[in-house]
Structures are given as C-alpha cells and as structure tokens.
C-alpha cells in the first residue's frame, strides 16, 4: 500500500496506529512533515503539546515515536493547496494525521529521480534515505540487516557508530537496472 510517491507500507502485522496527533500548523524550518517520516511527541510542553515534531537521530525508538501517517483520499480538503499537489507526500500544515509503529511491521522508503509530468511540471527528485543534510545516499552501500535512523529532516540514514537503537532494519534494497545508485526502493521492518 502506498502513502505517497516514497513511501508505503508491505506488511501490517502488530501494526500499532496511535491516535491522531496535529501537524504543526506553520511551517518548520524542513518544511511539512513528510510521509513516512519519523516524527515523535517527546518534548512537548505548553503550546507544543499535542503537535507531532520530527524526530533525531540521538532519539531512540519507543512508545511515542513514529512514522507519519495521512491518508489524503480519506482526509481530502478544500483547505489544500498547490503545494500539496498530487502525489500528496507531506502531512497539510495543521492538519490531524497519525503515528504508526510495531514489531516487525515492514515498509517501504524510495528514493525517486525528477520526472517530468505530461503538462510540463516537474516533480523534483526526492530521497527518504539520505545523510543528515538531506542528500541521497548511494543505496548500494547498504546491506540487509542494517539499522536506520531518523535523519531530522524526514527522511532516514544509516545507524552510525555513536548511535544504540535503530528504528529499523533493513531487509532488502532494490536499485533499477540503468538507475544511478542513489535511486531505488528499502524495504525495512520496524524494531519497535
């Protein structure tokens, strides 16, 4: 099942869907909370309270803590914009959306090249698996068993040295034949 353009998910089971939690109403400065992000409600206070907010590295996986999860055919609203364009990949700012996790619950992150669309937009390249500062990885160096982590800005990398937990491991990594190795499908299961 697909969420967005990077994201779905390939298995459901002890998937846990927590309630539903608010989008920050303005932008962050990442931008929207992208689909399949890790996000989690640790650190909240006062107004934040209730507000999903990305997750770091440095976090480790628990009970609060997530992927974001909004499915835009049943929560379609005049309020979206052109930003939120179709294929529909962030959480609309304000908007109520859920976290989901569980055990061995699996899912997919793509990383897609730009595409041209028949009336002439272009959809920019996006990578879910990327380096802290949002560029795509080389795929290939990754291997089953690997551990990702949120990388702050929606997407995940690699566990590193410094890190304990991660929030996923890696089960298989799909480049295209002819594609450049930073495009391509993981697919990995949850930890928690």
């Given at each position: 099942m697909s969420y967005g353009r990077n994201f779905g998910m390939r298995s459901f089971e002890n998937v846990v869907r927590d309630g539903r939690f608010r989008a920050p109403a303005t932008e962050p400065g990442s931008g929207p909370i992208p689909l399949g992000a890790g996000?989690?409600?640790?650190?909240?206070t006062g107004a934040d309270l209730g507000y999903l907010r990305l997750a770091t590295a440095a976090?480790?996986?628990?009970?609060?803590?997530g992927v974001a999860v909004f499915e835009h055919i049943q929560n379609k609203s005049d309020e979206l914009t052109l930003s939120y364009d179709s294929p529909y990949d962030r959480v609309p700012l304000g908007q109520y959306t859920q976290m989901m996790h569980g055990p061995g619950a699996k899912v997919w992150f793509?990383?897609?090249a730009?595409?041209?669309l028949y009336d002439g937009r272009v959809r920019a390249a996006k990578s879910m698996i990327a380096t802290d500062a949002g560029a795509a990885v080389d795929l290939t160096t990754l291997a089953?068993?690997?551990a990702l982590v949120p990388n702050g800005l929606g997407g995940w990398r690699e566990l590193g040295v410094e890190e304990v937990d991660g929030w996923f491991t890696v089960e298989q990594i799909v480049v295209p034949n002819g594609a450049a190795p930073t495009v391509g499908v993981v697919e990995a299961?949850?930890?928690f």
């Amino acid at each position: 099942m697909s969420y967005g353009r990077n994201f779905g998910m390939r298995s459901f089971e002890n998937v846990v869907r927590d309630g539903r939690f608010r989008a920050p109403a303005t932008e962050p400065g990442s931008g929207p909370i992208p689909l399949g992000a890790g996000v989690t409600m640790r650190g909240q206070t006062g107004a934040d309270l209730g507000y999903l907010r990305l997750a770091t590295a440095a976090e480790a996986p628990g009970q609060d803590c997530g992927v974001a999860v909004f499915e835009h055919i049943q929560n379609k609203s005049d309020e979206l914009t052109l930003s939120y364009d179709s294929p529909y990949d962030r959480v609309p700012l304000g908007q109520y959306t859920q976290m989901m996790h569980g055990p061995g619950a699996k899912v997919w992150f793509a990383n897609t090249a730009a595409k041209t669309l028949y009336d002439g937009r272009v959809r920019a390249a996006k990578s879910m698996i990327a380096t802290d500062a949002g560029a795509a990885v080389d795929l290939t160096t990754l291997a089953p068993g690997d551990a990702l982590v949120p990388n702050g800005l929606g997407g995940w990398r690699e566990l590193g040295v410094e890190e304990v937990d991660g929030w996923f491991t890696v089960e298989q990594i799909v480049v295209p034949n002819g594609a450049a190795p930073t495009v391509g499908v993981v697919e990995a299961r949850f930890t928690f």
